[in-house]
């Protein structure tokens, strides 16, 4: 998609779940309108791949190991980013685990608990962290959390533990954008529809089987490209934006309607 804007020239934006899907694209997006960008995940290889792939476009980037439920990890990584590129002005919580198919009844858990801790405790320790840096600095900043369509927009069966973890999310979401605009801090969250993706593979399905399954099931007829959901993110975490505050943005080609 070709841009023409330079919206974070001289910021620096953190994603979490940089290594791989929306979250390598959006690396890319926010490097490729001027930000210095901070990659974080479990990951070191597919991390370091990020980083090379924004450097390739004449980015930069840098890496860091970090798990998100592990607050230690979110306070070390916020620093690192601070430390190395002198403030933190956008953030993107995007890192998340689906771990899917069973009725609730019949849930493990550990897969229960492993949404829990990634997808709403991750966000957040991220968020906590990142705003305790935000705060001091002039510019304040601006975040947006991942969440998804399934949850607060939209109930699929064997989804019941994801979606209850990105529900919270957007509530996560409402209360810390109203208790840190203050600060100078505006919190918002995108939810994404089914994306292009290994997450919206149901197990065992073929790119193909997936196409057209899209073309059942959703009105726009396709997933969602990475693109599609990092320009939304990109909007959100822009001065664009900058009367936006809490809102949860779908972007999902109908399929929640
Ligand atoms: N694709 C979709 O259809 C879709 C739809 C709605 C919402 N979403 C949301 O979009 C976000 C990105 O998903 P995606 O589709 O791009 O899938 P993905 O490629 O699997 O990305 C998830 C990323 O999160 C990282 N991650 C997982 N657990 C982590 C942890 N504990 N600490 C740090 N990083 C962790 C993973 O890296 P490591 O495993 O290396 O840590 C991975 O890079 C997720 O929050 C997902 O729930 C996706």
């Keep these: 998609m070709p841009r ?21 694209t959006l690396a890319l997006a926010f490097a490729a309108e001027g930000a210095r960008v901070v990659v974080a995940g479990r990951t070191r290889a597919s991390l370091d791949e990020t980083v090379g792939l924004v450097e390739r476009d004449g980015g930069t980037a840098f890496a860091r190991v970090a798990d998100v439920s592990r607050a230690a990890d979110l306070d070390a990584l916020v620093r690192a980013a601070v430390d190395r590129f002198g403030s933190l002005d956008v953030a993107v919580n995007n890192a998340g685990v689906l771990r899917a198919g069973r009725p609730l009844a019949d849930v493990d858990e550990e897969d229960w608990q492993s ?18 840096q935000m705060r001091t600095q002039p510019g304040g ?17 064997g989804l019941t533990g994801y979606a209850t973890s990105k529900a919270a999310v957007t509530a996560l979401t409402r209360g810390a954008a109203l208790e840190h605009l203050g600060d100078g801090v505006r919190i918002n969250a995108v939810s994404p529809g089914p994306s292009e993706t290994a997450m919206s593979l149901r197990p065992g399905e073929s790119l193909d089987e997936r196409a057209l399954r899209m073309k059942e099931q959703s009105p726009l007829g396709r997933v969602s490209s990475t693109e599609e959901v990092a320009q939304a993110v990109l909007y959100l975490a822009s001065d664009d934006a900058a009367s936006v505050v809490g809102t949860d943005l779908v972007i999902d080609g109908g399929t929640a309607l």
């Design 141 to 157: 900043g601006a975040i947006v959390n991942v969440s998804s369509n399934i949850g607060v927009h939209r109930q699929i069966r």
């Design 4 to 24: 023409n804007r330079n919206r974070f020239s001289g910021r620096t934006a953190l994603v979490t779940g940089g290594g791989s899907g929306i979250g390598r």
């Design 115 to 132: 949404m829990i801790d990634t997808n709403l405790t991750g966000v957040f320790l991220a968020l906590r962290a990142e705003v305790r």
